[in-house]
């Protein structure tokens, strides 16, 4: 038991009643008690709209109500009968609001009229969409150079709004698009795309019934994605293991009780997830991969077929392997070789493996090496392109791979910008443009002084806030497309708009009448989605009506594309990214009608490798590139941190300060630690601690202050905090080479009590 306040141990298996009570309780606390229970009805259904949590797929989009505490916590968060008017918001100095907490700020509501910065009185006031269009399209126009400008989209934006603010963007004349996969999977795009030709997972649902074997690495979806939780269930039932590789204990992950199950839900049983739950040292997995790839190839567990027919590069990596000695292994992964053989083992044994991977491996400094670590794995057993096997990406929001399947991506192809220049008549600017750090970096720098956010909490979500907020407020102009207020529309620049959104739970009316949208789940199935509330405000336009008035204000009535035509029928929107992409779009408005929609082409799940080898690549680890920061190696005061989500939060919205399975109640300033390397430090469980960064190259003074440490079950050297709590510590410089994603998740760091 903890001595800090407000924490205990969860025993419980995660799920069951408590999850049922934290759905009505959100409901009651968002007032949303009658729409809000109509909503979740709709959630995942066939006519209904794609719940705007995460992105796991739906089985099938069946009429079967799939339970998600925290798909319905999102549901009620947007669906709220809390109103962010003008009055409201006016009422504070925005110097007042910054002091606000980022759950107070969501909390006020949702954003009801367009809202300009006045910068006399220091307040938002309310102002008209054709003067805030006017005065937008003004400044944009009078920017000397296109690439001055940054265009960021957060992930749940639709393919139709994705779609209009690329094309917005490049006639603009820049390919400015940082967006929030920099800040989360780009190292699977990266990574997968250099080895298998395409940035995007090869398993579809159903290879989850055909598996004999889940690998499962830095991932929680006991809070992220809850229903991958029915999915899980349902693999450890019939008795195929799954292994786990978490320096947490995540309770989920161990015990899970379904709550549409009756005998578990009287009982209050569970199923056990995990067959074997290790815990790596944080950053460790690069060193956990490599021993069991050592493992296989020294017990000839290979599928020589497959290497040899589908396969380039195994002479190299078998050599690399091999100067791999075991206490290196050891040390860098924090498991024993006995640990990693059985692990092996069960790979071996297993003729169908699914590997599962999220932020734990993404957010490292190579973390697109270390991607490519467990593909080699899958590769070995020939783990690709039949059925029951193959790699399975967490994305994370919930269509942020559908924004960049349609162009929403800094780094455009030249067949695609080809395509694009074709369908609209012009010429795509072809430089590449700035990711999420580099569009810091050129605001801070004073290179770029245009900031147009669709959607999503740039700064908050950003490493850095000592360097990120400044370089906002640097700006001459930004402008917000939201639901809700949050921390950067306060960061305001000489000017700055907000301009307020429909979500997706809500009815899109436009010119020709009622309009669906379309997202991509995780496993590439491009669906359809309606809302079905009132607006939370007459004075709401839809994202993709917004950028269409922005482009015409923008770039003028003679641009050569009709945006208020497309605006007016999201159909004209889809008839473009069919002609843009022929090969993956085609006859697109046709394909929707079907319930569940269709699958885009992957074609390395097919066995179908669009790579420079033409083959699927296995590439050694760049041992240049560590993925555990060196500090941690020679300097025994220096420990890793970690950054987590709770289970009461989505990104930086902030529903509430709980995290049941962590047995976390009323707060979020915890850092959770060994007891040994608490008691090396003369501290104890329950002392209130500060968290000083301790990089290397960088001499910045970073810390957070007045976190309680909390003695947890994680491996020596291993601290973990939450997310964006933690950002202050991590200097923008810290990110993966070959993506420019932050490592979020490997922060060295010296713990000292409170000053
Ligand atoms: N309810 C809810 N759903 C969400 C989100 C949300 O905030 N709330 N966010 C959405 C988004 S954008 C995303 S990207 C996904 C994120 O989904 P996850 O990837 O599950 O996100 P994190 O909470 O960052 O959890 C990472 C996990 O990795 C572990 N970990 C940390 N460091 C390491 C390491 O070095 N190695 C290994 N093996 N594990 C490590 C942590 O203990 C934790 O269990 O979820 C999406 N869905
Ligand atoms: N330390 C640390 N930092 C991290 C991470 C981490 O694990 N650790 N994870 C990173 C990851 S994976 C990600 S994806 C980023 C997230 O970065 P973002 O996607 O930028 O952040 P969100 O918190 O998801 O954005 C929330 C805001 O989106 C707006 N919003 C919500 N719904 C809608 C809508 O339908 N339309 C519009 N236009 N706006 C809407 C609301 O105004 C809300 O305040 O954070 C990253 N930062
Ligand atoms: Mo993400």
Redesign the pocket.
């Known amino acids: 038991m903890s001595k800090a306040k407000g924490v205990s141990d969860y025993r419980k298996p995660a799920g069951g009643w408590g999850a049922l009570r934290a759905v009505a309780d959100a409901l009651t606390d968002q007032e949303t008690v009658v729409e809000g229970g109509r909503s979740l009805l709709s959630a995942n259904q066939p006519d209904g709209f794609d719940c705007p ?2 992105a796991w797929p739906d089985p099938k989009h069946t009429a079967s109500f799939e339970f998600c505490e ?1 798909g319905a916590k999102a549901v009620a968060w947007e669906a709220t009968g809390k109103r962010a008017t003008p009055e409201v918001i006016s009422a504070q100095t925005v110097s007042t609001l910054m002091t606000w907490s980022d759950h107070a700020l969501e909390d006020l509501g949702r954003l009801t009229d367009p809202l300009r910065y006045d910068r006399a009185t220091d307040t938002y006031v309310r102002t008209t969409w054709d003067a805030a269009l006017a005065r937008i399209g003004a400044v944009m126009a009078a920017l000397p150079d296109p690439d001055m400008a940054e265009f960021y989209a957060s ?1 749940r934006a639709s393919n139709e709004a994705a779609f209009l603010f690329q094309l917005l963007g490049r006639k603009f004349g820049t390919n400015n698009f940082p967006d929030c996969s920099n800040m ?1 999977h780009e190292p699977t795009s990266v990574g997968l795309a250099e080895q298998l030709g395409i940035g995007k997972g090869t398993v579809s649902l159903e290879d989850f019934d055909l598996c004999d074997a889940v690998f499962s ?4 979806p006991g ?3 809850p229903r991958m939780m029915a999915t899980l269930r349902e693999v450890a039932r019939r008795g195929a293991p799954i292994v786990v ?4 204990k ?1 309770r989920a992950l161990e015990k899970f009780a379904s709550p549409q199950d009756p005998v578990e839900m009287a009982t209050l049983g569970g199923t056990d997830i995990a067959h074997r739950y290790y815990q ?1 040292r ?4 690069v060193a956990v991969v490599e021993g069991m790839m050592k493992t296989l190839i020294g017990g000839d567990h290979l599928d020589h077929p497959f290497i040899t027919a589908h396969t380039a590069g195994f002479e190299a990596l078998a050599a690399h392997l091999a100067t791999r000695d075991w206490p290196a292994l050891e040390a860098e992964s924090g498991l024993t070789r006995t640990q990693i053989e059985e692990a092996a083992a069960i790979f071996a044994a297993s003729k169908r493996v699914i590997l599962c991977y ?4 993404t957010q490292h400094r190579s973390a697109s090496s270390a991607v490519q670590q467990l593909v080699n794995l899958l590769l070995l057993g020939g783990h690709m392109g039949r059925p029951g096997a193959g790699v399975c990406p ?1 994305r ?2 919930s269509n942020v791979q559908g924004a960049r399947t349609v162009g929403l991506t800094e780094k455009p192809s030249a067949p695609f910008l080809d395509a694009l220049g074709q369908t609209f008549g012009f010429t795509p600017p072809t430089r590449h443009g700035h990711t999420v750090v580099e569009a810091i970096e050129a605001m801070q720098a004073g290179t770029a002084t245009v900031f147009i956010g669709l959607g999503g909490n740039f700064a908050v979500a950003a490493p850095d806030p000592v360097a990120t907020f400044p370089a906002l407020r640097r700006n001459a102009l930004t402008v917000h497309i939201a639901t809700k207020l949050n921390r950067t529309h306060l960061l305001a620049g000489e000017e700055s708009y907000i301009l307020p959104c429909l979500g997706r739970t809500e009815i899109d009316l436009q010119a020709t009448g009622r309009q669906s949208i379309t997202v991509e789940d995780s496993m590439s199935m491009v669906h359809a989605s309606r809302g079905m509330n009132a607006p939370a405000s007459e004075h709401l336009r839809s994202e993709p009506w917004i950028v269409a008035a922005l482009a015409r204000a923008a770039l003028g009535p003679d641009s050569g594309v009709d945006w208020m035509g497309l605006a007016g029928d999201y159909s004209r929107i889809r008839d473009g990214i069919a002609a843009t992409f022929p090969d993956s779009f085609a006859d697109f408005n046709a394909r929707i009608t079907t319930p569940g929609g269709f699958r885009l082409p992957v074609p390395s799940a097919d066995r179908v490798w669009q790579t420079a080898s033409g083959k699927a690549d296995l590439i050694p680890f760049r041992h240049d590139d560590p993925a555990t920061p060196d500090a941690a190696r020679g300097d025994p005061d220096v420990l890793i941190l ?1 950054t ?2 709770s289970h009461d ?3 930086t919205t902030i529903y509430g300060l709980n995290d049941r399975y962590r047995g976390v109640k009323g707060r979020r300033d915890v850092v959770f630690a060994h007891a040994d390397d608490l008691a090396a430090r003369g501290l104890a469980d329950g002392d209130r601690v500060d968290l000083t960064a301790a990089f290397p190259e960088d001499a910045a003074d970073r810390s957070v202050r007045g976190f309680t440490a909390v003695a947890r079950d994680l491996p020596r050297g291993c601290l ?1 905090a939450y997310y964006p709590e933690a950002n202050p510590l991590l200097p923008l410089s810290e990110r993966d080479s070959r993506s420019g994603t932050p490592a979020y ?2 922060m060295p760091v010296r713990l000292s009590p409170a000053r």
Request: net charge neutral; aromatic share 8%; with cysteine.
């Open positions: 949590g995460c925290n992930g989360c690495f830095g991932h929680n809070t992220n994605h590789f978490n320096p947490l995540e790596p944080i950053g460790g997995d999220g932020m734990g491996v967490l994370g929001h970690t987590v989500r939060q989505y990104n973990a998740k490997a």
